[in-house]
């Protein structure tokens, strides 16, 4: 490559450089990267047609590769531009929109960024407008191979096999130096599994690695004692993920007898090699977990716990015949509180007659004490009632005489007028005088008073002996 | 080969919740508590016995060492 023509043109540098060099400079670096990039941007804008693969979004730019069987490049659009792609590519014109492993046409031309003190350079192509071409030839390959396998029946037999919870040895395809090896011891750790662990290592990227991971899983089957075996590799783009899509590699791990979890690649990847394994996991620390279904150190805490609880079980099935004494004493104590209780209420029921006439005594002093209370108070109420009477008689009385006194006045004078003619006392005050006997009888005739002799002459005022002659 | 020395651990444990359960439930009689307890006994030492042999210490090998020592034994 020629010198960057600004900088062939400028003045010579102050720093002498390298002793003997029939090179020019040296020039700082920040003003040739400038001119590299003036240089690239000069470059004609062109058409290019290959498969898009790795695309991924930034914040302002989106980037993918665009490869072909001889060479690819970096491209990067930015997000302005790619949201007019993907607009023209969802309209009744467009081709669909670009994913992964589609050929596309790109036009833009060559860019560079100079970088700086704290970023580093890269070079792309400056995408401008995009089309699809149609489906990617490897996608399609890929999933031609798919049903291929799937229509023989490929994709269920390891997913048939059964996939040990505690296996005693586990097989492990990885890279020897890769992140997955790490990822996997910690997994198991954390487990607390520390059984047998047999490595298998072998290239998990390029066209070596699918005949490798064939060899490696041959050699774990021909072990024996493997349960359970592993192939595991990071992240990558799809393309640095092709080994994992290989035919034979794919056939021999779905006839394999020992079960096979894969992961490859991140969970947004996805290779033949998930889809005819036992298991497929995102991660190798998924891998292991799933390797190892439970946690050990849980499963010996819950074991213990299990033993204890058939101990305690095995001591209640027993424990009624030590304690068939007790239940005999118990039953004693039992049938003397049923005697006494039997006795209790006899001794009640023999004291029931005499209980009974007490209370029938009872009950007659009662009613007599209420009847005399009852008669005192009839009659109480009786002699009230008579002195009411009496008291309403005597007034009756009363008025009745006075009634009768005031209406009679005249008859009881005539009355007394009456009497009064009758009283001898009258009689006597007018002169007459009465013959009496000396005991007071009186002597109406002269014959009687001969016979009496000694005789009493009453007078009005007084009395006075008298003898009569002879 | 008996039948619980064939028994995997994933089965023996399952077994092991299943007697507990039934032991749980006070349904079994006398007899069949104690076998019960018996076997469970059994299948926890089957259990124990795995996870004593995945809780020593972990052994790593490498495949191809593996290969071939098993190759160098092959009379």
């Not at chain 1, 027993?318 to 049923?338: E, F, K």
């Not at chain 1, 009852?374 to 002699?383: I, P, Q, V, Y």
């Not at chain 2, 508590?33 to 995945?54: N, P, R, W, Y």
Request: proline share 5%; glycine share 8%; charged share 25%.
């Amino acid at each position: 490559m020629t010198t960057p023509a600004p900088l062939a043109a400028s003045e010579t540098p102050a720093d002498p450089g390298i002793p003997g060099s029939a090179l020019a400079g040296p020039f700082p670096v920040g003003e040739y990267a400038a001119a590299l990039r003036r240089q690239l941007r000069s470059f004609a804008h062109v058409q290019l047609v290959g498969e898009l693969v790795n695309l991924r979004a930034a914040r302002a730019r989106v980037y993918f590769e665009l490869r072909d069987g001889t060479g690819a490049i970096s491209c990067a659009v930015w997000q302005r531009d790619w949201d007019q792609i993907l607009a023209r590519a969802g309209g009744a014109a467009g081709g669909g929109v670009p994913v992964n492993g589609m050929q596309v046409v790109i036009a833009g031309g060559c860019d560079f960024y100079p970088g700086s003190a704290t970023s580093s350079p890269s070079f792309s192509f400056s995408v401008t407008d995009l089309r699809v071409a149609g489906e990617g030839d490897l996608l399609a390959r890929i999933d031609r191979l798919r049903k291929a396998l799937d229509a023989e029946g490929l994709l269920e037999l390891q997913r048939r096999l059964p996939l040990p919870l505690l296996p005693r040895t586990i097989g492990v395809i990885t890279g020897e130096s890769g992140k997955a090896r790490d990822d996997i011891l910690a997994a198991l750790h954390r487990r607390g599994w520390a059984g047998r662990l047999v490595w298998g290592f072998a290239p998990v990227q390029d066209r070596h690695a699918a005949p490798a991971i064939v060899r490696a899983l041959g050699d774990l089957a021909a072990v024996g004692e493997v349960e359970v075996a592993i192939v595991a590799r990071g992240g990558g783009s799809l393309a640095d993920l092709l080994c994992f899509c290989d035919e034979t590699l794919c056939r021999t791990v779905a006839l394999l007898g020992v079960p096979v979890i894969a992961s490859v690649g991140h969970h947004t990847d996805r290779t033949l090699l998930d889809d005819v394994a036992a298991v497929s996991c995102s991660t190798p620390t998924h891998a292991a977990e799933a390797a190892v279904g439970i946690d050990c150190r849980r499963a010996r805490a819950e074991a213990t716990a299990a033993a204890a609880r058939l101990r305690d079980h095995g001591r209640r099935a027993i424990q009624p015949r030590a304690s068939l004494p007790v239940a005999a004493s118990r039953l004693r104590d039992h049938g003397r509180r049923a005697v006494l209780a039997r006795a209790r209420m006899l001794a009640t029921l023999s004291r029931a007659p005499a209980d009974h006439l007490a209370r029938q005594r009872t009950r007659l002093h009662q009613q007599l004490r209420e009847a005399r209370a009852g008669s005192r108070r009839r009659l109480a109420g009786e002699h009230a009632l008579t002195q009411r009477r009496a008291l309403v008689l005597q007034r009756k009385v009363q008025s009745s005489l006075l009634d009768c006194l005031r209406r009679h006045p005249n008859e009881l004078n005539q009355l007394a007028l009456t009497l009064a003619a009758h009283d001898p006392q009258r009689t006597l005050e007018r002169g007459y005088a009465l013959v009496q006997s000396p005991s007071g009888e009186p002597i109406s005739t002269a014959a009687r008073a001969r016979e009496t002799a000694d005789l009493r002459l009453r007078f009005a005022d007084d009395t006075v002996p008298a003898r009569v002659l002879p | 080969m008996t039948e619980s020395q064939s028994m995997t651990y994933e089965t023996a444990a399952a077994r092991v919740e299943e007697i507990i359960r039934r032991l749980d439930s006070g349904e079994a009689s006398l007899d069949e508590t104690l076998a019960l307890v018996q076997e469970g006994k059994t299948l926890i030492e089957l259990c124990a016995g795995e996870l004593e042999s995945v809780g020593a210490a972990l052994e790593e090998l490498r495949l191809d060492e593996l290969v071939a020592r098993l190759e160098d034994e092959t009379p």
